[in-house]
């Protein structure tokens, strides 16, 4: 579905992706790991058209994403990053319909289908009793909830995530994987919790000093060896007793 064939991208003499080539199938949850600086975000972001690589392409479907029209990507490809924009005087369902810009002609009126899309969107992302708050006065969990219905409002086909977890609690966190788990869509997600990547992705790319260390499935990559490597951390990987899904604990030596 989407191909990163030999992606590089620097900026001054600084190389921040290195030849990077990997695929993502339809309808997998892939989720991209990494120390801090590895590259992470840099390569969403050239996936979403947002930056683009020094060398390399990405195809979508087997045709560069370079010749897609701006709203044909965007009933592509759906994205939540870590910035949240600077929309202040937006309510929160204002903010949600904006979801639906790639659907719309100039001057086309929002419509009964809009706004049901829009309301099931705030239901799915948990901020439905935000919907006439004004955006600039909402926690930091609370935007990221708003971007996320944002996003679902999108109707596109892959949704990028940029550390979706962060800045929610505990319950939200799994909340959020959960919703996104079970949409009939692809997702590829940065993530810094192990343990959800672990638990919630079926692929996981590993990023280290801007190249792709490896990729495989949790069981494949996340080993005892590969935490100390790419991560310096001691590690001891385990299932969890409830959902047999692999577990990861960590410690330094004191
Ligand atoms: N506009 C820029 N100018 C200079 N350096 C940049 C720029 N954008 C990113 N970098 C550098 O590129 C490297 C990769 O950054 P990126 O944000 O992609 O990493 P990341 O893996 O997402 O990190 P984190 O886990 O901290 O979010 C970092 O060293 C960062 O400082």
Not at 112 to 134: G, K, P, Q, T, W
Not at 194 to 205: G, P, Q, T
Request: glycine share 4%; charged share 25%.
């Amino acid at each position: 579905m989407l191909q990163v064939k030999d992606i590089s991208f620097s900026i001054m003499d600084k190389q921040i992706l290195q030849n990077l080539t990997f695929s993502i199938d339809q309808g997998k949850f892939v989720g991209i790991i990494g120390p801090n600086g590895s590259g992470k975000s840099t390569m969403l972001k050239i996936i979403y058209r947002h930056l683009k690589q020094t060398s390399g392409v990405v195809t979508l479907y087997e045709k560069d994403i370079v010749y897609f029209a701006q709203k044909k990507l965007a009933q592509e490809i759906s994205v939540v990053s870590q910035d949240t924009p600077v929309l202040f005087d937006f309510t929160v369902k204002d903010l949600v319909m904006m979801g639906r810009t790639p659907y719309k002609k100039w001057l086309d009126n929002d419509n009964h289908e809009d706004f049901a899309i829009v309301e099931e969107s705030m239901r799915l992302a948990n901020v439905l009793h935000l919907e006439n708050r004004s955006f600039g006065q909402l926690s930091g969990g609370e935007k990221k909830r708003v971007m996320l219905a944002r996003a679902l409002a999108q109707q596109a086909k892959i949704l990028v995530l940029d550390e979706p977890t962060n800045h929610l609690d505990i319950e939200h966190q799994y909340q959020l994987m959960d919703l996104v788990k079970d949409l009939p869509i692809t997702i590829v997600a940065a993530l810094h919790d192990l343990n959800l990547a672990a638990a919630y992705c079926d692929e996981l790319l590993v990023m280290k000093d801007a190249a792709l260390y490896m990729k495989g499935t949790p069981e494949q990559v996340l080993t005892e060896e590969t935490l100390k490597q790419v991560f310096h951390m001691q590690a001891g990987v385990t299932k969890n007793p409830f959902t047999k899904k692999l577990h990861l604990f960590f410690y330094t030596r004191s």
